[in-house]
């Protein structure tokens, strides 16, 4: 089986290529999680083949017959696997384009690994195995010998319970019951997540200053929460910027924090000590958040993890409610960091010019809006050009003239006569308030408020909290509010859970039911799967993990490895009923017996497989350790509970079949006496 993972990945790289796939986040939790899949079917034929040649059987025929026995219980292996991410890429929307790399990558390694199984491995088999010594020397294989003995303790104590439990077949099957009554009720009461907060070991932060603020108000303010980020010990750089696509009223910093080993702080530990020690700076706002490998941006740049939308069609309505609706978010305890962007009105100076008192005393209006703008609107009036570059000549006063209202006192116009007329002689000026952008989402005006969840708070609980904090303010009908960005993602994938394991299980079922040619084969094979999802579901709880999209990924994986346990069962009862003629009850006990074996490798190498996954403890690892734990505790849990429901969900279905095949011979006898 060694040979099938190296064999398998080289030639998923190359699918990986042809497709344009890159080596990623998902593209390389499917090679991870494939490493412990592609060996499957090798250990099937493998040990298949040896189970003749310890029978006496040459290498060369073992290696036919082990192969022809199991080839049909390989394909309906892999296509149960491989139905599960065809059938995402089929559902479109987030799902399929989020998922798209890992089910391709994963799909390709899986149909490999059959081939080199079918091709390779038995080949290989009748070229290098060997019939078993009549006398194994355990004696110089001293852990070796203990792991026999392991397992044929193992065996037999299978053998024994299984026919315990073949004897209280209703228990068992209330059992089953009750497993898929619990997979209900974890699923229900399981926190809700959209994708892992990672710890990146890079912030975002953001310095949200009144409309209007020039560069030159702005600066004193980003310096001081820069000081700030720079006193704490885990910080290792900053970099800010202002203006651009933000405006000049605000600023974005990317603070990057030391290596995970060097510091002690988690990257939302640090954000912590940060909001406490910001220092009160007037008309400035800092907000900071913990950059993500994959992220669902809203259209309104705010500063928060996600964002509300408030639409409207009457920009004053727009502007009270969403000031409304922001006061009552930040007074919400599951969140924080509550930001508005667009509802804010911009400091202005109003000039209102007395036209008539301008034409008596001889002044143009071209002249007096020429004057205004050569002082204040920056206004290029050149450009001059060297062999290396070129430069823009710009008629501006002085910056110390325009940062009082009051100089427009001290500004002259000409008048037709050549005398000099005071601008304050025929013109005022007030203070005011206007909306200097309006945002738009679709045809509506509106508001963005970005907001973060607090410690501990599961997006679905933030959801819930920011419905009951709407119904409270009961906003008009008029004011449409819904989610954008993460938030918005989130609400449609919780919509869609359902729907989307429903469509896997109808898919893999019409599969299995063609490959078997029974509408109850498949229901068997289905049965396995309520013990992998309270395996993950449990294991999810204990690790405090949220049941996030990578959780589902992982769930979808433990449908098709789960399969494979009853699969390889079913698929050999199936032979022996029908080649050795076998009651139902002594064919499901000697195929779960003969397939014991192969069960606990293939968990085992799946198990294995996921390791890495629950193991490691890089920056970002967050993303990728839902998947893993999904799958260890699936399999740990299915491992033990599938390999005794099976076999009496197996015998119950034979025993239907069985009464609904003589239904029509009794109806027949009636209908002749």
Not at 491 to 516: H, R, T
Not at 569 to 583: K, S, V
């Amino acid at each position: 089986p060694s040979v099938a993972i190296p064999v398998s990945l080289v030639a998923t790289f190359a699918v990986m290529y042809l497709w344009g796939f890159s080596l990623n986040n998902l593209s390389l939790m499917a090679l991870i999680v494939a490493a412990g899949l592609v060996v499957d079917d090798a250990i099937v034929v493998l040990e298949n083949i040896s189970r003749h040649l310890e029978r006496g059987l040459s290498p060369r025929r073992a290696a036919l017959r082990g192969l022809r026995e199991v080839s049909f219980t390989l394909a309906a292996m892999t296509l149960a696997l491989s139905v599960v991410f065809v059938s995402i890429l089929f559902m479109g929307g987030l799902v399929e384009r989020l998922f798209r790399e890992f089910s391709i990558t994963l799909v390709a390694a899986t149909l490999i690994s059959l081939l080199v199984s079918v091709a390779i491995i038995p080949g290989l088999c009748a070229r290098w195995l060997r019939p078993p010594a009549p006398k194994p020397p355990d004696n110089h294989k001293p852990g070796l010998a203990a792991v026999r003995r392991l397992f044929t303790r193992l065996h037999d104590a299978y053998g024994r319970s299984l026919w315990r439990v073949l004897g209280h077949a209703r228990a068992t099957l209330l059992l089953l019951a009750a497993v898929i009554g619990l997979n209900v009720y974890l699923y229900a009461q399981s926190p809700k997540g959209f994708l892992p907060v990672q710890d990146t070991g890079q912030l975002m932060g953001f310095v949200r200053g009144d409309d209007g603020f020039s560069f030159q108000v702005m600066q004193p303010k980003i310096d001081q929460y820069r000081q700030l980020v720079l006193r704490h010990p885990a910080v290792r750089d900053v970099i800010g910027y202002n203006g651009g696509s933000l405006g000049i009223s605000n600023s974005l910093f990317l603070i990057r924090l030391k290596p995970a080993a060097e510091r002690k702080e988690s990257s939302s530990q640090v954000i912590d000590w940060l909001r406490a020690n910001a220092p009160p700076v007037p008309g400035g706002m800092f907000f900071l958040n913990v950059d993500q490998d994959l992220r669902m941006p809203g259209g309104f740049g705010n500063s928060g993890d996600h964002e509300l939308a408030i639409m409207a069609s009457d920009v004053p309505a727009l502007r009270e409610w969403s000031r409304a609706i922001s006061r009552a978010l930040r007074e919400v305890p599951e969140l924080r960091d509550v930001d508005a962007v667009g509802d804010a009105a911009t400091q202005q100076v109003v000039i209102d010019i007395d036209r008539a008192a301008a034409r008596r005393l001889g002044v143009d209006m071209d002249t007096v809006s020429s004057v205004l703008s050569n002082s204040f609107s920056q206004r290029q009036v050149a450009t001059l050009y060297d062999p290396m570059n070129q430069y823009r000549v710009v008629l501006e006063l002085d910056p110390r003239y325009t940062e009082d209202p009051d100089v427009l006192e001290q500004v002259h116009v000409v008048a037709a006569d050549g005398a000099r007329v005071p601008l304050t002689a025929f013109a005022s000026y007030r203070h005011g308030l206007v909306n200097d952008r309006v945002f738009h989402d679709g045809l509506f005006a509106a508001v963005g408020i970005g907001f973060s969840l607090a410690p501990g708070v599961s997006l679905e609980q933030g959801l819930a909290a920011i419905d009951a904090a709407m119904a409270q303010l009961m906003v008009p009908s008029h004011i449409q509010v819904r989610l954008g960005g993460d938030a918005r993602s989130f609400q449609k994938s919780l919509q869609d859970q359902p729907w989307l394991i429903l469509a896997v299980l109808v898919a893999i079922y019409l599969v299995l039911g063609i490959l078997y040619e029974s509408p109850l084969h498949p229901l068997t094979i289905l049965s396995t799967l309520p013990s992998a999802g309270v395996g993950a579901l449990l294991a999810l709880r204990l690790a405090g993990l949220e049941f996030s999209l990578i959780a589902l990924l992982g769930l979808f994986l433990l449908v098709g490895v789960v399969m494979k346990n009853a699969i390889l069962m079913i698929d050999f009862a199936i032979g022996l009923q029908r080649r050795q003629g076998l009651a139902p009850e002594q064919a499901i006990h000697r195929a779960a017996m003969l397939r014991l074996r192969p069960i606990v490798m293939t968990n085992l190498a799946g198990l294995l497989g996921a390791l890495p996954l629950v193991l490691d403890m890089g920056e970002g690892s967050e993303l990728r350790r839902p998947l893993g734990i999904a799958i260890v505790g699936g399999l740990m849990i299915s491992q033990f509970l599938t390999l005794y429901t099976t076999p009496i969900v197996y015998l119950a279905l034979e025993r239907l079949r069985g009464r609904l095949r003589r239904a029509p011979a009794r109806a027949a006898a009636s209908e002749g006496d």
